[in-house]
């Protein structure tokens, strides 16, 4: 029973960390899109 109880909040930690890396891959687009825009005003400047 505790070896259940093990693999699933090793499951749980897994999936939250994958959560977390999506989360932080989000930001990393939306801030090279910020960048991206930051850029193209500077250019156009």
């Known amino acids: 029973m505790s070896n259940i109880k093990a693999n699933k909040s090793i499951i749980l930690s897994a999936q939250q960390k994958e959560i977390i ?19 193209s005003v500077i250019f156009r400047n």
């Not at 939306?30 to 960048?35: E, H, K, M, P, R």
């Open 21 to 39: 890396l999506k989360d932080h891959l989000q930001n990393e687009m939306s801030f090279g899109q910020l960048s991206k825009k930051i850029q």
